[in-house]
């Protein structure tokens, strides 16, 4: 079956300090791989995609992530995190038909 | 653009009582999902819609449940009769098949509450 599991429900973090959020996801085919954020109170937003090319993927407020083949895993990281990214984080992954899986969420809580 | 619109953003109703959640999506999106977000469950896809067609109902979890598109920028989520389980927040999102594909633009969503 088709999942996407985030590691971490909670990470309390330190102003300045880097944060890295987990995501594997089980697949045996090409998938496309998403983080999104949920701001309080709002809907969700795209941070950034990896469709292919380089295993890098540069996202928006200074958010990277890494796509890795042999370890199913597109963990999201941030050097230095500000209060304002205090916020739910999602990994979704698309495969065939267009549908998205999206993992349970990890919780960013950065403290001043 | 405005974005996706949802209505209304909060409901409350009593249990057995017709609840209809509205949805507009993103002008030119042929795309639309509905989802539903819960503590215990997280984020589940209910269905969505390829041009106005329901594509993939299987998330929707009984009979109670249906949902309609009667035309490219409306879609509404009819739970009839409510029960307290299924008080949560239900989203609405749109995306296009080509150019940004792979991107869903989520509503701010409406937020049910069954008493």
């Known amino acids: 079956a088709q999942s996407v599991t985030q590691l971490d429900s909670q990470v309390p973090v330190f102003e300045e300090a880097p944060v890295e959020l987990r995501c594997n996801y089980s697949s045996s085919v090409s998938v496309y791989l998403f983080w999104y954020v949920q701001y309080p109170n709002q809907g969700l937003q795209l941070l950034l995609k990896?469709?292919?090319?380089?295993?890098l993927v540069k996202g928006i407020n200074g958010f990277e992530a890494e796509f890795n083949k042999s370890q199913t895993s597109f963990h999201l990281r941030k050097p230095s995190v500000h209060i304002s990214d205090t916020a739910e984080y999602f990994c979704?992954?698309?495969?065939?038909?267009?549908?998205?899986?999206f993992g349970q969420g990890t919780e960013l809580s950065v403290k001043p | 653009d405005a974005g996706v619109i949802q209505s209304p953003r909060h409901e409350v109703t009593e249990m057995g009582q017709e609840v209809t959640l509205r949805c507009k999506p993103i002008s030119g999106h042929d795309y639309l999902f509905w989802y539903r977000q819960t503590m215990m469950r997280g984020l589940e896809l209910l269905i969505y819609f390829n041009n106005n067609v329901p594509i993939d109902d299987s998330g929707m979890p009984e009979d109670r449940f249906s949902a309609k598109m009667p035309n490219a920028s409306f879609s509404t989520l009819k739970i009839q009769p409510s029960e307290p389980r299924d008080s949560a927040v239900y989203f609405c999102a749109s995306r296009l098949t080509s150019g940004d594909a792979d991107t869903q633009y989520f509503g701010p969503g409406t937020r049910l509450t069954v008493l």
């Open positions: 979704a992954v698309r495969y065939q038909g267009g549908k998205l899986i």
């Open positions: 990896y469709l292919s090319g380089s295993t």
